[in-house]
């Protein structure tokens, strides 16, 4: 039985790419005009931004990027579980059928990232089966930084193996959700993307071409055959997990070389890359097919 590594990277190297796509303004519930935010995440070197108040779509047209890419978007939040509309092109009803509202999204080229699951006292604002019920969304988010202050847990990526061990290929996105100055810059997502354009990072987003952040930077993702390479700039420690979170190795240091075995019985593999203190990368799971 042959077996292939799917991996969402390029082996060729390309321009990684760093932005945001949870961002809220004076226009919801934010601390600075949609003008203002785009200054201060320009002022931090971001390449690309969404901003996403609720139930609020912002024209970027009528903004200056202040040399960052402009992706539309708004967070849906009305009448159920949160979730990002990325790429928006209308500003679409916040229907209590969130599958309703995923699969407008999809009719009209953007993608759907739900928000925030362990949010809340019960770390349930998503449940579970919703997240296995629901289809055709792009991923969760598995680090949502504002939640740091709030009740539940910023980390989801508890949820995020729990789908990906029964088969769901979904991408886990960190963001700032940005409600506060102080929330700039908590969390990230960067691209692999040759071009700037929002159809271009939109694109990457769609494919997994992107690593997730809170401060550990990620240089290279390699496929050869079965081994996968990750190599970081800050890493003290590089973590490999496969089904259901099962640790499969561990190594101290800034790369990991990690071979998978022939007769290995998982269908992903995903690496943690561990930094200092609360500086964390989460790269995209790499899919193991097998065949005859």
């Known amino acids: 039985m042959s077996m292939t590594i799917r991996t969402p990277y390029s082996n060729v190297p390309l321009p990684w790419l760093k932005g945001n796509l949870h ?15 785009i200054d201060e995440y320009a002022a931090r070197g971001y390449d690309f931004l969404m901003i996403s108040d609720h139930d609020h779509l912002t024209d970027p047209a009528r903004l200056d990027g202040r040399g960052m890419t402009l992706i539309p978007g708004n967070e849906v939040s009305a009448n159920g579980p949160h979730l990002l509309h990325v790429n928006a092109r209308t500003q679409l009803p916040p229907d209590a059928d969130r599958q309703a509202v995923i699969d407008a999204i999809t009719a ?9 699951p362990n949010w809340e006292p019960h770390f349930n604002h998503c449940p579970q089966e919703v997240l296995e019920r629901l289809k055709g969304y792009a991923g969760i988010e598995i680090y949502n930084g504002v939640v740091t202050w709030l009740h539940g847990s910023a980390l989801a990526t ?10 769901r290929r979904v991408w886990g ?27 271009s990072i939109v694109s990457a987003l769609r494919e997994g071409r992107f690593y997730a952040s809170t401060g550990v930077t990620i240089e290279r993702i390699v496929v050869c055959g079965r081994t996968v390479g990750v190599h970081t700039a800050n890493a003290q420690r590089i973590l490999a997990y496969s089904d259901y979170g099962y640790r499969r190795a ?35 799971p790499l899919f193991i097919e097998r065949a005859e």
């Open 173 to 199: 996105f960190a963001t700032d959700d940005c409600h506060k100055t102080s929330d700039i810059g908590v969390a990230w997502n960067v691209v692999q993307s040759a071009q700037r354009d929002p159809a």
């Open 158 to 167: 508890d949820r995020w193996d729990r789908l990906l061990a029964i088969g």
């Open 108 to 116: 009209e080229g953007g993608i759907a990232v739900l928000c925030h």
């Open 23 to 37: 961002t809220h303004t004076g226009n919801s519930d934010g601390p600075r005009t949609p003008q203002g935010m």
């Open 250 to 284: 561990v190594v101290d240091g800034p790369v990991m070389t990690f071979t998978i075995p022939e007769d290995a019985d998982y269908t992903y593999l995903r690496f943690e890359c561990w930094g200092r203190p609360q500086e964390f990368a989460w790269t995209q």
